[in-house]
Each structure stands twice: as structure tokens, then as C-alpha cells.
């Protein structure tokens, strides 16, 4: 043992002098450099990063610009600070180095798109936030809207299903503003509204996405009370042809799946609803395991979804061309499997764009834009509603497959999920087919200087098909005698025989405006000026067709089904819009800046005379950090800028009872068919009859909104803060009357406009970019708050003021507020309860203090599903070639409902197993064992507090680490970059749902699960 010590004191020590010795020759070849950074007004510059390249060796100018720092001879240092260009200096002989480094014109010049055109950054006026597509495609989905979300202040969303070929993300701008249709707007390379709308945009495809929140979104008029999001696709750019290679791979897997009671918890609880259903022999077998015919133990959810499925993306570019043509062309392709194992859930997408600029002159420039895509999504027959309602319901007691392999009973009408789930109960197979065209020109009067006349044009087109087959299940029960395939029989269930059902539908869009510009400088003075006209017309035709009676599945087709029970129907509408627009800016040096949009909207929605409105928009900004007091006296702020608007936006989309958008005329009367009523001869036949009574004074929505903002940056651009407070109040909302209509009456009014609302909030972007040596670093942190309180809208008469929905969120609901379990009957005893309680039934407030408790002790939550805050944090670093990217999402305010059907009907969720109330363990969290909607507390119409949970959460929404290869042997090779990277999104989330994912919105946990991607790709340009 002393031996070892002394020769590890020995070695120790050779180390400690071998460094030494290292140390002072490596000193020996190095010198102090000493200088100053300034600007090119001479002003010195605080933080600049000094550093030597390819090391990590650095330091940061004081406050007076100065810095000193021992680097090796022969180096070089460079000069890099935000919003500045760097610079390079080799050292040689030097001993003091001095630097002016110059701004960074890009950075300066950096502009954002708003309605119908681009503005500088510094000059807009508006609300106005914006992410580009490099930022979006780092989250692997298929569908754009659940890239968007934590990404953007003002933009709220939650996603409340994730599967293949749906489950985009619900987005609002700001909250909810309305009763009605709550969307906002989608504008794609400057047309309105295309179908298909984003969900399926290729983020490998745009350039960059604006959301117009305030003033900025009135241009859009009958259309943007709920705000507007631009999205603009990739151009090409002068040069030789660029070639770029985009594939990854990877797979998904739910983020969160319910966890159900066994077979032996589910047993147990049964015998507390039903004593003596099953014997302590039953229960031990359930356990063991051993018994796998008589006394099965199922995983339900485990049986269906298998660990986990692949998913893909390709893209294919190429862009370039000269001072004449450019072009932009990307070929892509993704698909996704289903979660399901022996999955019947596909979703393939295949799609083609082609942008060109043809400039023929200074004069005089065209762009053209083509895109195609094809879309095929295959379902199970069933939907996933039903599916997932059959995994969380099915008993653990019963068998997904018997052991010889064949599949078990249904739970009721043919529902085995676990067959269900593949193509053995059919298929639903979608087909979209899109392709889109736009044209616009642009033309310069040479002889009026600043005078510009543009036009636009797009025609669009969209096929959609539907086959889908249902056919007879095949379930096998047991005797419960022969442990074998002899002791089966079989049966069809949930259909006697096929059907067929197609489905096919068309739609063209055709969109043209027309457009006067004139933009001049006028010393300081500069002034804009737009004006435009627009019409868009759309067209839609549906037809279906429908069979039974197929004697075999072999062969689906129409003609193949029965001559009975036959269904044929369609239907169509078209649309149409005239509307005018424009804008008048101007500023003073950039510094006091005022803009005035304006809409005039005609919609085929209304009578002619409510047919026009009229929105108006108006917003200032004042760049204080251009005063000349501003720049002598408070140099620690670089920018500031104060800003406010006013504006009166609509919304002409109109909901039907069930939320989807009605297309039907509301000003005037409709009929429908009846097959009874009128006989002739031995029959009946139909006679038509009126559906609605008409509102000839029906017109849009109109919300006002009020902005005040702010934007400034300190240390010198490293600290930007953009921040801003609303207010928006929508009236003229379309509402019935029949609440406080006496059903006695008969009567049903039509869809008023009376309803009014409130939102307010605000919301704020604040973001730190720097560099230390090599280490270039970045943070930003967004967030939102909102909330909304209805002002008016029908109300039943004589509701007590704690009960009525004026005053409160829209979508709040009623509950009765629990206060705990009842332990033993001398609780009951002395507490108000509902008649019949029995130890272990819920508690509920009395209230209004009467004694007794029944309706009139439910109360209106303040609380929805909807957050009303929502944030996120972007984390990123790069560093000699690696790059990392980390989004952190969270939201807080909302709160989820979850009770499930159980019972008798359907099992149990593990935690109410756990938490349950018994008569060994009475002083537990939950109530009893419940049996179906028996029970007071779990009827569907008795929603209490005691199965809200509340829906804050956050999570790691999205991670990405890549690394970037650089040396001669990539142009050797044809590489221009090179870039491995892996990615993933939600990849783990804090809360305290535990049952279910925080944003999904299923009270009986019946949804398709949102999922976690993790995938691994390749970057190539050549």
C-alpha cells in the first residue's frame, strides 16, 4: 500500500511538471493585444465578443469598448456582436487592434408580411407576430398546426387528438372572441380561405407565418374578427441551381394511455356493486393467472396498440435561376402509420410545388405558383371514438383473443377492439386530391415614380372519395367446458351483412383582385398608399350512395349490394364575395409612424340590405429611441417603440347546432321533404314543408379591438421585449331566443344577432441572443393571457345569478361542488344530502343555504377546458458545427371533466381503484364503487367538482440536436452542407390529469391519444 503511494505521489508529480513545462512555452508564444470596438459614429460598444478562432478563447469590450486578451502569434481574432457584421483581424505584429464595426443592414432591413404586402419591421404599427418555416419543420408532424403552438404570442392552442390523416391542433388567436365560429382566418401566398387550409402545408415549404392580432387583421374585414395568420411559401433565389436532400424516419407512440383496473381489481369492485358475483377462489385465479379460459386477465390498451409506429418524410428541392427567372420546385412525400397493431390507420401524403418569378424587365415582374397534393388516409371501419371506447371500457374479465387464437366476445354490438381496429370489420379509405394555382403580376409606372399596379389570381380545385366497407365481425364465445378450439363457436356480429357506402365531392375556388400601390419618399416624409378590389367565388358538390345486403366483401361494389334499402343523396352550394380594401401610411423619418386600413365587405351570406359592412382600422407608433434627447441620455436602451390601434373586424361564418359551418341562406325561408302527409291513391308522398323561419335582418359579427404595445431592446440588441394589452369586444353574435321563449308557445324563433362579448388580456415576447467565444446562444420566452366573459345572450328567466352563463367564460359549465365523502351514516345524517345517500356517496355544498340539495346548488365554474394562459420557452446553442434546439410548452387556467362509464357496462380506471372509498378504507379521496349513471354523483346530469382536475401542465414540446459537417472533402464530395440531426416532440410532460394527456378533452377518455414523436434525418444541399 505505501509502495502504491509513493510511485502515484511520483507519477503526480511528472504530470504536475510535464504541464508546467507545457504552460510556459505555450505563454512563451503568446502577447497581450489591447483596442477599442466602437460603431461607425464612434460611440464604443459594450459586450462586443472578442475571441480567437478555432479556440475558446475570449472576452467581452467593457463599457467603454475596451478589451485586452493574451492570444497565440500568428492568430486571428474575430469581432462578432448581435445586430452587427463581424469582422476578422490576423494579429501578425500587432499589439493594439482597433474596430469599427459596421450595423448589419439585413438585420435592419428585415421585414414581415401583413395584408396584401410586406413591411419593415421597425415601420409596422400593428400586433403583429411571425415564425419562420426553418423554426416549424424542426417539429416532426404531419400536420402544421401542431407545430405552431408555444411558438407565437397571442396564438393559443391546444391538441386534443393526434391520429394519422387528423388530430391537428385547435387554434385561436387571443382566446375565444365569439359564441360562434371561433377560427381565424388562413391566407396561403395571398389567397383567402383555400380549402384544405394549412393543416397539410409542407413546413419544408414556407418561408414565414404572420398572425394579425390587432388593427394590422382589418384589411381582411367580415373575416377577421378572430385574427388572420399569412403564410408565405419559399421563393427562388438568384444563382446556380441548389439542390436539397431533406429524409428522416422515425416513430410515434401515444404520450399517454388511461391505465385500467385489472382483472382481479375489476372483480373486487364488481362484488361491492353486485355482492357475491365472484368467490375468493374466482378472484385468487384472476391474480395467478392461471386460468387464462375460465379467468383471463386483459390489457385492453396493451392488446390493440403495439410499442410503437413508423413514420417518415421526404423532400426533394431544388431553387435558383438568373436576374430574369427564378424558380423554387420541392417534390415531398410522408406517411404514418397507425397505433393500432395489425393496423387498419394509414396516412400517406404526396405532393408537388413550383414557384416562379419571371422578371422581364425592371418594370415589370409575373410570379407563378402550382401546387398538387395528393392525401390518402385509411380508417378502421369503426372510428377511433368507438375504438378507444372499447379498449377503455372492454372487461379485463373477458378475453381480446381466446389462447388458441381466435377473438373473444364483443362488449356489446360486435365491439372487440382488438378486431375492430384492423381491416377484419372493414375499411374507410379517404382520397383528397388539391391542386392549387396562382398568377399575379406587378407592374412599375416608369413615368410616376413609386406608382405600382398589381393584380392576383387563383384557381383552385379540390376531389374527395370515400369508400367505405363495413362488414360482419366474426367473435367467438366459449362453452366453458373444452379448453380448446372444440369448446368455440362462432358468430357474425355488429352487421348480417355488408355495406358500401361511397362518397364524392368537388370544389373550385376562384379568387382575383386588382391593385394600385404608390409608395414615395418625400425628404422625410414617407407616404403608402393602397388600394384594391376582390371577388371570390366557391362551388361545392356532394353526392353519396349507399348498399346492403352484399352476399360477399370479396368485391366491393355499388352494383354488387342489395336492390333493397338503397340511399342516393347530394346536395351543393356556391358562395360568393365582392369586397374593396385599402391602406394610407406614413411616417416621419421612421419615427412617428400612422397607418388607416380599411375593408369594404359584401358577402352572399346577408340580404342586400345588410349585404356591406364597413371595418375600418387605425394604429400609430412612435420610435422614441430616434429622438435625438432619447439617444444623448439613455444609450443603455438601443430601441424603443411605443405603439397603439383601434379597429371593428367581422365574422360572417355561421354554426350550425352541431359546429360545423352552415352553408344555408338564413334570410330566407328553407323547406324540407316529408314522405307522409298527402295520399294518393293507396299511398303517401311526399310534401314539402318549412324548416326555419327566416331572419331578413340577419347580418355579421363585428368585434373592436384595442391595442397598446411596446417594443424595445437593451444591451445593445442582445434583449428585445415586444409586449402588448387588448382588449376586443364582439356584438351582433348570432344566438336563438328559445331559452326564454315558453316551450309552450310552439314556437322557434330564427338565429338573432343580440349576443355580446368580452376578451382581454396580454401577451409578451421577450428574447436574449449572444455569443461567448465560439458559443453563439439564444432565448426567447412567449406568452398569453386571455379571458372572456359573455355579456348578453338568452338566459331561461328566474336562473339565480350564481347559475347564469352572462358574466362568465364562454363553454363554462354547471357543478355541484363537492366537500368531500360521506364516511358513515352520522354524517349523513347531519349534512344536507340527496335522498338515498349511503356511506361513500359525494358530498354536495347546499348552496343557497335550503336545506336540501337538488338543482338550485349548482354553480357556474369561472373555469373552461380552454387555457387561459399559455407559454413557451426556446432554448438554442450552436457551437463549432453542433446545433440544439429545445421548446418547452405549458399552460395553465384550463381544467378537464373525466368520469367514465363504468360499472357493470365498463371497467375502471386504475386511480378510482386506487382512491375509492370502501368500508375497510373509508376515509379515502374517492366515492364508492359506482355502477353505471346510478348513482346521484355519477349521473351525466349531476356534474360535480370532484371529477374536475385541473389541466395545467408542461412539457417538453419539442427537442432538436444536429451536427453540421465542414472541410475540402465536402466539395470533393458535392456537399454545399451537410447535416445529421434527430428530433422529437412531446417528449415529456408535468401534470396532474395522470389519466390522460393535459390537452386532450375526452370525459370518457374515448379519444385518439396525442402521441410523441422521435425521429432521425439527414439535411444534404448540393
Same mark, same amino acid.
Given at each position: 500500500?505505501?509502495?502504491?503511494?509513493?510511485?502515484?505521489?511520483?507519477?503526480?508529480?511528472?504530470?504536475?511538471?510535464?504541464?508546467?513545462?507545457?504552460?510556459?512555452?505555450?505563454?512563451?508564444?503568446?502577447?497581450?493585444?489591447?483596442?477599442?470596438?466602437?460603431?461607425?459614429?464612434?460611440?464604443?460598444?459594450?459586450?462586443?465578443?472578442?475571441?480567437?478562432?478555432?479556440?475558446?478563447?475570449?472576452?467581452?469590450?467593457?463599457?467603454?469598448?475596451?478589451?485586452?486578451?493574451?492570444?497565440?502569434?500568428?492568430?486571428?481574432?474575430?469581432?462578432?456582436?448581435?445586430?452587427?457584421?463581424?469582422?476578422?483581424?490576423?494579429?501578425?505584429?500587432?499589439?493594439?487592434?482597433?474596430?469599427?464595426?459596421?450595423?448589419?443592414?439585413?438585420?435592419?432591413?428585415?421585414?414581415?408580411?401583413?395584408?396584401?404586402?410586406?413591411?419593415?419591421?421597425?415601420?409596422?404599427?400593428?400586433?403583429?407576430?411571425?415564425?419562420?418555416?426553418?423554426?416549424?419543420?424542426?417539429?416532426?408532424?404531419?400536420?402544421?398546426?401542431?407545430?405552431?403552438?408555444?411558438?407565437?404570442?397571442?396564438?393559443?392552442?391546444?391538441?386534443?387528438?393526434?391520429?394519422?390523416?387528423?388530430?391537428?391542433?385547435?387554434?385561436?388567436?387571443?382566446?375565444?372572441?365569439?359564441?360562434?365560429?371561433?377560427?381565424?382566418?388562413?391566407?396561403?401566398?395571398?389567397?383567402?380561405?383555400?380549402?384544405?387550409?394549412?393543416?397539410?402545408?409542407?413546413?419544408?415549404?414556407?418561408?414565414?407565418?404572420?398572425?394579425?392580432?390587432?388593427?394590422?387583421?382589418?384589411?381582411?374585414?367580415?373575416?377577421?374578427?378572430?385574427?388572420?395568420?399569412?403564410?408565405?411559401?419559399?421563393?427562388?433565389?438568384?444563382?446556380?441551381?441548389?439542390?436539397?436532400?431533406?429524409?428522416?424516419?422515425?416513430?410515434?407512440?401515444?404520450?399517454?394511455?388511461?391505465?385500467?383496473?385489472?382483472?382481479?381489481?375489476?372483480?373486487?369492485?364488481?362484488?361491492?356493486?353486485?355482492?357475491?358475483?365472484?368467490?375468493?377462489?374466482?378472484?385468487?385465479?384472476?391474480?395467478?393467472?392461471?386460468?387464462?379460459?375460465?379467468?383471463?386477465?386483459?390489457?385492453?390498451?396493451?392488446?390493440?396498440?403495439?410499442?410503437?409506429?413508423?413514420?417518415?418524410?421526404?423532400?426533394?428541392?431544388?431553387?435558383?435561376?438568373?436576374?430574369?427567372?427564378?424558380?423554387?420546385?420541392?417534390?415531398?412525400?410522408?406517411?404514418?402509420?397507425?397505433?393500432?397493431?395489425?393496423?387498419?390507420?394509414?396516412?400517406?401524403?404526396?405532393?408537388?410545388?413550383?414557384?416562379?418569378?419571371?422578371?422581364?424587365?425592371?418594370?415589370?415582374?409575373?410570379?407563378?405558383?402550382?401546387?398538387?397534393?395528393?392525401?390518402?388516409?385509411?380508417?378502421?371501419?369503426?372510428?377511433?371514438?368507438?375504438?378507444?371506447?372499447?379498449?377503455?371500457?372492454?372487461?379485463?374479465?373477458?378475453?381480446?383473443?381466446?389462447?388458441?387464437?381466435?377473438?373473444?366476445?364483443?362488449?356489446?354490438?360486435?365491439?372487440?377492439?382488438?378486431?375492430?381496429?384492423?381491416?377484419?370489420?372493414?375499411?374507410?379509405?379517404?382520397?383528397?386530391?388539391?391542386?392549387?394555382?396562382?398568377?399575379?403580376?406587378?407592374?412599375?409606372?416608369?413615368?410616376?415614380?413609386?406608382?405600382?399596379?398589381?393584380?392576383?389570381?387563383?384557381?383552385?380545385?379540390?376531389?374527395?372519395?370515400?369508400?367505405?366497407?363495413?362488414?360482419?365481425?366474426?367473435?367467438?364465445?366459449?362453452?366453458?367446458?373444452?379448453?380448446?378450439?372444440?369448446?368455440?363457436?362462432?358468430?357474425?356480429?355488429?352487421?348480417?351483412?355488408?355495406?358500401?357506402?361511397?362518397?364524392?365531392?368537388?370544389?373550385?375556388?376562384?379568387?382575383?383582385?386588382?391593385?394600385?400601390?404608390?409608395?414615395?419618399?418625400?425628404?422625410?416624409?414617407?407616404?403608402?398608399?393602397?388600394?384594391?378590389?376582390?371577388?371570390?367565388?366557391?362551388?361545392?358538390?356532394?353526392?353519396?350512395?349507399?348498399?346492403?345486403?352484399?352476399?360477399?366483401?370479396?368485391?366491393?361494389?355499388?352494383?354488387?349490394?342489395?336492390?333493397?334499402?338503397?340511399?342516393?343523396?347530394?346536395?351543393?352550394?356556391?358562395?360568393?364575395?365582392?369586397?374593396?380594401?385599402?391602406?394610407?401610411?406614413?411616417?416621419?423619418?421612421?419615427?412617428?409612424?400612422?397607418?388607416?386600413?380599411?375593408?369594404?365587405?359584401?358577402?352572399?351570406?346577408?340580404?342586400?340590405?345588410?349585404?356591406?359592412?364597413?371595418?375600418?382600422?387605425?394604429?400609430?407608433?412612435?420610435?422614441?429611441?430616434?429622438?435625438?434627447?432619447?439617444?444623448?441620455?439613455?444609450?443603455?436602451?438601443?430601441?424603443?417603440?411605443?405603439?397603439?390601434?383601434?379597429?371593428?373586424?367581422?365574422?360572417?361564418?355561421?354554426?350550425?347546432?352541431?359546429?360545423?359551418?352552415?352553408?344555408?341562406?338564413?334570410?330566407?325561408?328553407?323547406?324540407?321533404?316529408?314522405?307522409?302527409?298527402?295520399?294518393?291513391?293507396?299511398?303517401?308522398?311526399?310534401?314539402?314543408?318549412?324548416?326555419?323561419?327566416?331572419?331578413?335582418?340577419?347580418?355579421?359579427?363585428?368585434?373592436?379591438?384595442?391595442?397598446?404595445?411596446?417594443?424595445?431592446?437593451?444591451?445593445?440588441?442582445?434583449?428585445?421585449?415586444?409586449?402588448?394589452?387588448?382588449?376586443?369586444?364582439?356584438?351582433?353574435?348570432?344566438?336563438?331566443?328559445?331559452?326564454?321563449?315558453?316551450?309552450?308557445?310552439?314556437?322557434?324563433?330564427?338565429?338573432?344577432?343580440?349576443?355580446?362579448?368580452?376578451?382581454?388580456?396580454?401577451?409578451?415576447?421577450?428574447?436574449?441572443?449572444?455569443?461567448?467565444?465560439?458559443?453563439?446562444?439564444?432565448?426567447?420566452?412567449?406568452?398569453?393571457?386571455?379571458?372572456?366573459?359573455?355579456?348578453?345572450?338568452?338566459?331561461?328567466?328566474?336562473?339565480?345569478?350564481?347559475?347564469?352563463?352572462?358574466?362568465?367564460?364562454?363553454?363554462?359549465?354547471?357543478?355541484?361542488?363537492?366537500?368531500?365523502?360521506?364516511?358513515?351514516?352520522?354524517?349523513?345524517?347531519?349534512?344536507?344530502?340527496?335522498?338515498?345517500?349511503?356511506?361513500?356517496?359525494?358530498?354536495?355544498?347546499?348552496?343557497?343555504? *335550503? /336545506? !336540501?340539495? #337538488? $338543482?338550485?346548488?349548482?354553480? %357556474? &365554474?369561472?373555469?373552461?377546458?380552454?387555457?387561459?394562459?399559455?407559454?413557451?420557452?426556446?432554448?438554442?446553442?450552436?457551437?463549432?458545427?453542433?446545433?440544439?434546439?429545445?421548446?418547452?410548452?405549458?399552460?395553465?387556467?384550463?381544467?378537464?371533466?373525466?368520469?367514465?362509464?363504468?360499472?357493470?357496462?365498463?371497467?375502471?380506471?386504475?386511480?378510482?381503484?386506487?382512491?375509492?372509498?370502501?368500508?375497510?378504507?373509508?376515509?379515502?379521496?374517492?366515492?364508492?364503487?359506482?355502477?353505471?349513471?346510478?348513482?346521484?354523483?355519477?349521473?351525466?346530469?349531476?356534474?360535480?367538482?370532484?371529477?374536475?382536475?385541473?389541466?395545467?401542465?408542461?412539457?417538453?414540446?419539442?427537442?432538436?440536436?444536429?451536427?453540421?459537417?465542414?472541410?475540402?472533402?465536402?466539395?470533393?464530395?458535392?456537399?454545399?452542407?451537410?447535416?445529421?440531426?434527430?428530433?422529437?416532440?412531446?417528449?415529456?410532460?408535468? *401534470? /396532474? !390529469?395522470? #389519466? $390522460?394527456?393535459?390537452?386532450? %378533452? &375526452?370525459?370518457?377518455?374515448?379519444?385518439?391519444?396525442?402521441?410523441?414523436?422521435?425521429?432521425?434525418?439527414?439535411?444534404?444541399?448540393?
Amino acid at each position: 500500500m505505501e509502495r502504491y503511494s509513493l510511485n502515484h505521489l511520483f507519477r503526480t508529480l511528472g504530470c504536475f511538471l510535464l504541464c508546467v513545462m507545457f504552460t510556459a512555452t505555450a505563454f512563451a508564444q503568446q502577447k497581450t493585444i489591447k483596442g477599442t470596438v466602437v460603431d461607425v459614429t464612434g460611440e464604443p460598444l459594450i459586450g462586443v465578443n472578442v475571441s480567437v478562432k478555432g479556440t475558446t478563447i475570449g472576452i467581452i469590450t467593457d463599457i467603454d469598448g475596451n478589451y485586452t486578451l493574451e492570444v497565440p502569434s500568428n492568430s486571428t481574432i474575430v469581432f462578432s456582436y448581435i445586430g452587427y457584421q463581424s469582422q476578422e483581424v490576423p494579429v501578425g505584429s500587432q499589439s493594439t487592434i482597433n474596430v469599427t464595426l459596421k450595423e448589419d443592414t439585413q438585420k435592419l432591413e428585415e421585414v414581415v408580411v401583413v395584408g396584401y404586402g410586406t413591411q419593415k419591421k421597425v415601420t409596422v404599427t400593428g400586433s403583429v407576430a411571425s415564425v419562420t418555416g426553418e423554426e416549424l419543420k424542426a417539429s416532426p408532424t404531419s400536420n402544421l398546426t401542431n407545430a405552431m403552438v408555444g411558438r407565437m404570442p397571442g396564438v393559443i392552442g391546444f391538441q386534443t387528438a393526434d391520429e394519422p390523416g387528423g388530430g391537428s391542433t385547435t387554434i385561436r388567436i387571443r382566446g375565444t372572441n365569439s359564441l360562434g365560429s371561433k377560427d381565424p382566418l388562413i391566407v396561403i401566398d395571398g389567397i383567402p380561405d383555400r380549402d384544405g387550409g394549412m393543416n397539410r402545408i409542407n413546413p419544408n415549404e414556407i418561408e414565414s407565418m404572420s398572425v394579425l392580432k390587432d388593427a394590422s387583421a382589418a384589411i381582411y374585414g367580415a373575416r377577421a374578427a378572430n385574427g388572420v395568420i399569412l403564410i408565405t411559401t419559399k421563393r427562388g433565389k438568384e444563382g446556380k441551381p441548389s439542390v436539397s436532400f431533406n429524409a428522416n424516419a422515425g416513430f410515434s407512440q401515444p404520450t399517454r394511455i388511461p391505465k385500467m383496473a385489472n382483472a382481479y381489481e375489476y372483480a373486487t369492485m364488481i362484488n361491492e356493486i353486485n355482492p357475491g358475483t365472484y368467490t375468493e377462489d374466482a378472484l385468487g385465479k384472476f391474480q395467478s393467472g392461471e386460468d387464462p379460459w375460465g379467468y383471463p386477465n386483459t390489457d385492453w390498451f396493451n392488446t390493440i396498440l403495439k410499442p410503437a409506429s413508423p413514420l417518415y418524410r421526404v423532400d426533394l428541392g431544388v431553387n435558383g435561376g438568373t436576374e430574369k427567372v427564378k424558380y423554387f420546385v420541392n417534390l415531398a412525400a410522408n406517411g404514418e402509420d397507425g397505433l393500432y397493431k395489425n393496423s387498419a390507420n394509414r396516412y400517406d401524403q404526396y405532393s408537388l410545388r413550383t414557384n416562379l418569378d419571371i422578371t422581364p424587365s425592371k418594370y415589370v415582374k409575373f410570379t407563378l405558383g402550382t401546387t398538387g397534393r395528393f392525401e390518402y388516409t385509411q380508417y378502421p371501419a369503426k372510428s377511433a371514438g368507438d375504438i378507444f371506447n372499447g379498449a377503455r371500457r372492454s372487461f379485463p374479465t373477458s378475453p381480446a383473443f381466446w389462447p388458441t387464437g381466435e377473438p373473444g366476445p364483443a362488449i356489446e354490438r360486435g365491439d372487440n377492439p382488438a378486431v375492430t381496429c384492423t381491416d377484419a370489420a372493414g375499411f374507410d379509405k379517404q382520397k383528397n386530391y388539391y391542386v392549387q394555382n396562382n398568377i399575379s403580376a406587378e407592374v412599375k409606372i416608369p413615368w410616376i415614380e413609386g406608382l405600382t399596379l398589381r393584380g392576383n389570381a387563383s384557381y383552385d380545385i379540390h376531389f374527395y372519395n370515400r369508400n367505405l366497407l363495413k362488414k360482419p365481425i366474426i367473435l367467438y364465445s366459449w362453452d366453458g367446458i373444452n379448453r380448446d378450439a372444440s369448446g368455440l363457436s362462432a358468430s357474425a356480429q355488429w352487421l348480417s351483412s355488408p355495406e358500401l357506402t361511397r362518397e364524392h365531392s368537388e370544389q373550385t375556388d376562384w379568387m382575383t383582385n386588382a391593385m394600385i400601390d404608390y409608395n414615395r419618399t418625400f425628404g422625410k416624409h414617407t407616404i403608402g398608399i393602397t388600394f384594391g378590389v376582390e371577388a371570390q367565388k366557391k362551388h361545392y358538390e356532394y353526392t353519396l350512395a349507399k348498399r346492403v345486403g352484399f352476399l360477399t366483401d370479396s368485391k366491393p361494389e355499388l352494383n354488387l349490394g342489395g336492390a333493397t334499402n338503397q340511399l342516393a343523396e347530394g346536395y351543393s352550394w356556391e358562395e360568393s364575395r365582392l369586397n374593396y380594401f385599402g391602406r394610407l401610411s406614413y411616417n416621419y423619418l421612421e419615427r412617428y409612424l400612422v397607418e388607416f386600413v380599411w375593408r369594404a365587405d359584401g358577402s352572399y351570406r346577408f340580404p342586400k340590405s345588410e349585404r356591406y359592412g364597413f371595418f375600418p382600422g387605425v394604429s400609430a407608433a412612435w420610435r422614441v429611441s430616434e429622438e435625438s434627447w432619447w439617444k444623448e441620455n439613455i444609450r443603455f436602451i438601443d430601441y424603443f417603440k411605443l405603439r397603439g390601434s383601434v379597429s371593428q373586424t367581422g365574422n360572417d361564418a355561421l354554426l350550425n347546432a352541431d359546429g360545423n359551418y352552415d352553408r344555408s341562406i338564413q334570410y330566407l325561408n328553407t323547406y324540407g321533404f316529408r314522405n307522409y302527409g298527402i295520399p294518393f291513391g293507396t299511398t303517401e308522398s311526399q310534401r314539402l314543408y318549412p324548416t326555419r323561419t327566416p331572419n331578413e335582418k340577419i347580418t355579421w359579427e363585428v368585434g373592436t379591438t384595442y391595442d397598446v404595445g411596446l417594443d424595445f431592446k437593451f444591451l445593445n440588441n442582445r434583449l428585445s421585449i415586444e409586449a402588448d394589452a387588448f382588449y376586443h369586444k364582439r356584438t351582433n353574435m348570432l344566438i336563438s331566443r328559445n331559452a326564454s321563449l315558453p316551450e309552450i308557445t310552439g314556437i322557434t324563433l330564427p338565429r338573432e344577432n343580440l349576443g355580446e362579448m368580452k376578451n382581454r388580456g396580454f401577451e409578451m415576447l421577450a428574447s436574449w441572443n449572444d455569443r461567448i467565444g465560439e458559443v453563439e446562444y439564444y432565448a426567447s420566452f412567449n406568452m398569453t393571457y386571455a379571458r372572456n366573459k359573455i355579456l348578453f345572450w338568452d338566459e331561461t328567466p328566474g336562473v339565480p345569478e350564481y347559475q347564469k352563463s352572462t358574466g362568465m367564460p364562454v363553454g363554462s359549465d354547471l357543478y355541484y361542488i363537492a366537500d368531500g365523502i360521506f364516511n358513515d351514516q352520522a354524517e349523513i345524517d347531519s349534512y344536507p344530502h340527496w335522498e338515498g345517500t349511503v356511506p361513500g356517496d359525494v358530498k354536495f355544498v347546499d348552496y343557497n343555504n *335550503d /336545506g !336540501v340539495i #337538488d $338543482a338550485n346548488d349548482k354553480v %357556474r &365554474s369561472d373555469k373552461t377546458d380552454e387555457p387561459r394562459f399559455v407559454g413557451g420557452l426556446t432554448l438554442g446553442l450552436n457551437w463549432r458545427g453542433w446545433d440544439l434546439m429545445a421548446l418547452f410548452q405549458g399552460a395553465t387556467g384550463g381544467q378537464v371533466y373525466i368520469m367514465t362509464w363504468s360499472g357493470t357496462i365498463g371497467n375502471f380506471l386504475k386511480s378510482y381503484y386506487d382512491e375509492r372509498w370502501t368500508a375497510d378504507e373509508p376515509y379515502k379521496n374517492g366515492p364508492r364503487t359506482y355502477e353505471r349513471e346510478n348513482q346521484y354523483w355519477a349521473n351525466p346530469n349531476n356534474y360535480s367538482t370532484i371529477f374536475l382536475r385541473n389541466a395545467n401542465y408542461l412539457r417538453l414540446k419539442n427537442l432538436e440536436i444536429g451536427y453540421s459537417f465542414s472541410g475540402d472533402w465536402m466539395k470533393k464530395a458535392g456537399f454545399s452542407k451537410l447535416r445529421l440531426y434527430t428530433n422529437g416532440s412531446n417528449l415529456f410532460t408535468i *401534470d /396532474g !390529469v395522470k #389519466d $390522460a394527456d393535459p390537452e386532450a %378533452r &375526452s370525459e370518457d377518455l374515448n379519444s385518439y391519444p396525442v402521441r410523441r414523436v422521435i425521429n432521425f434525418g439527414v439535411q444534404a444541399t448540393f
